[in-house]
């Protein structure tokens, strides 16, 4: 039981010496290495110091694209006020609002008017519109009779 007790206790003797010795490919790593590290480095200050400042002289001058404004995510309070349904322009000189009103149809252009007016409402924090000059104008050629000219319950 003794013998048993002692082979359980010593751990197995590492011997350094069969360790292979370090070939040339282990003298290439650090060189490699350090290459990579002088490229990144290259890269970094041309794109920090060089390339970035160009861009950025660039859209300065032109500007940066903006995307037309969804019509879910109208900024309102600023106008124009613009969607795919309607754009709501203000004229200051004649204190008139101008609505361009998309729509094939008279269904259509109802229904884009009744947005426009909203967002009218939404962008001036008031209730009605009856008491602002609004002029609603068809984008595409649709006979309009006055009526849908006018906003909505202000006769």
């Given amino acids: 039981m003794e013998q048993f007790s002692n082979q359980t206790l010593t751990s197995p003797q590492i011997n350094l ?3 292979p010795k370090a070939s ?10 350090q290459i990579s590290i002088f490229a990144f480095t290259i890269s970094l200050v041309w794109f920090s110091f060089v390339y970035y400042p160009k861009i950025i002289d660039k859209f300065s001058k032109v500007g940066i694209p903006q995307p037309r404004i969804p019509s879910k995510a109208v900024n309102f309070g600023e106008f124009p006020v613009e ?3 309607f754009r709501i322009v203000y004229e200051q000189k004649s204190d008139t609002y101008y609505a361009f009103i998309e ?3 008279i269904n259509e252009f109802k229904e884009n008017k009744n947005a426009s007016n909203l ?4 962008a001036l924090s008031i209730e009605s519109v009856c008491s602002l000059k609004v002029i609603y104008a068809p984008v595409v050629k ?14």
């Fill in 103 to 105: 729509g094939d149809n």
């Fill in 24 to 33: 040339n490919n282990g003298k290439m790593f650090p060189v490699i290495l």
């Fill in 17 to 19: 010496q069969q360790i």
């Fill in 83 to 85: 969607t795919d349904q």
């Fill in 142 to 155: 649709l006979d309009i009779s006055q009526d849908l000219k006018n906003p909505e319950k202000c006769r």
């Fill in 119 to 122: 967002a009218l409402k939404n």
